[in-house]
Every structure is written in C-alpha cells, then in structure tokens.
C-alpha cells in the first residue's frame, strides 16, 4: 500500500474490494469519505485501505454490515475492553455451528437419497421421490 494515496480503482486492486462496494461502503458510512482530488476523484490514504481490507476480511468470514459496523468503532478506539468484540465472534461462531449442523443434515439426507436410487425409471426414484415430499426426509432441519 503506497503513502501518497490511490485511485478507487488501485485501492479495490489493493484491498480487493470492488469499486461499488467501495462507493457502497463509503455511502453507509462504513468507510469514511476519502479526501478527492480537484478533479473530484476519491483519493484512498493506507489507512482508507486497511479499512477496506479489514471489511473485506470480515465479510469472508461470514460477518453481517452492523457488526463489522461496531468492530470498526472498537478498532477505532483500541484502549477499551474486548469483551463487545468477543461477543460478536461468539454469535458468529454459534451461527457457524449452526449452519454445520444443518449441512451435515443435508449431507446425510442427499446420502440417503442416493443410496436409495433404484437406478431404475423415474417413477421409483428416491431422489424425486424425497424432493417431492419433504415428509419422506430422514431430517426435518436442513
């Protein structure tokens, strides 16, 4: 990341964010609005895009706009506690095993419909048999 400053289009190369999201970002107020050149062109410093790499990182990792919105204003002011921080990695976390708990459901049900298949017609097959009624599942969450 350069000192003197960057384009929108250099800072979504560096912080691998794309130019929208960065114009959407800015306009939520994820980002604050970078200073602009004469010409009116955002113009990102390196801590613009550091900012930006850490929403990036965030969004990866599966985090919604608000919280990423108030891990920004931890990050901001970093000589308080950790305990809001750690809250909204916790939930993430149990919204992650939740969601493993529900594919693995899935994976044992798509099993169970394959090993089902007669590999006949149609009309006895498991796998349009269980997606025509989701009664027929083994699961009832997935």
Not at 35 to 61: M, N, S, W
Not at 96 to 114: D, G, N, P, T, Y
């Amino acid at each position: 990341m350069t000192k003197t400053g960057v384009s929108i289009g250099e800072a979504a190369r560096q912080s691998g964010v794309k130019a929208p999201t960065i114009r959407y970002y800015e306009q939520i107020g994820l980002l604050p609005a970078p200073p602009r050149t004469e010409g009116g062109r955002r113009h990102f410093d390196d801590g613009e895009l550091h900012r930006l790499a850490f929403i990036r990182h965030a969004r990866e990792l599966g985090f919604e706009i608000e919280p990423i919105r108030t891990l920004l204003a931890l990050q901001d002011n970093p000589n308080q506690p950790c305990a809001t921080a750690d809250a909204i990695a916790k939930a993430r976390l149990a919204d992650v095993e939740q969601r493993i708990r529900s594919l693995q459901a899935l994976k044992v049900e798509l099993e169970l419909m394959v090993e089902g298949c007669s590999h006949g017609r149609i009309g006895g097959c498991r796998v349009i048999e269980v997606l025509a009624d989701h009664g027929k599942c083994a699961h009832t969450q997935h």
